[in-house]
Nanobody, 123 residues
Framework: QVQLVESGGGLVQAGGSLRLSCVAS????????KAWFRQAPGKERDLVAA????????YYTDSVKGRFTISRDNAKNTVYLQMNSLKAEDTAVYYC????????????????WGQGTQVTVSS
């Protein structure tokens, strides 16, 4: 059974940092697109950052550019999201996703999802 498990969320003050991790089990995701999404209360789930299958391309939504960094370690079957200079508006449940298909990268349909990890930024 394929599972994606996120960790690293929590409560942090504005201006602080968190590092989210997403470990895959059940199969190897070495050469697939990976992404982080987030969903704030009452809002839709939005793409935050993505890294393509080769790791050669990254995407960030405008609101996190310069603050967040997505990276992957294929040997560990893990994707990370380093979040710096956090703001109250970054508060959301963060989800990792893997294996994009269908639409053009980075706005692809993802076949595998984690259960989410809560990030709360206090102002």
């Amino acid at each position: 059974q394929v599972q994606l498990v996120e960790s690293g969320g929590g409560l942090v003050q504005a201006g602080g940092s968190l590092r989210l991790s997403c470990v895959a089990s059940g199969r190897t995701f070495g050469s697939v697109d990976k992404a982080w999404f987030r969903q704030a209360p009452g809002k839709e789930r939005d793409l935050v950052a993505a890294v393509n299958y080769s790791g050669g391309r990254t995407y960030y939504t405008d609101s996190v550019k310069g603050r967040f960094t997505i990276s992957r370690d294929n040997a560990k079957n893990t994707v990370y999201l380093q979040m710096n200079s956090l703001k109250a508006e970054d508060t959301a449940v963060y989800y990792c996703a893997a294996e994009g298909s269908g639409r053009s990268w980075p706005f692809r349909e993802y076949n595998y999802w984690g259960q989410g990890t809560q990030v709360t930024v206090s102002s």
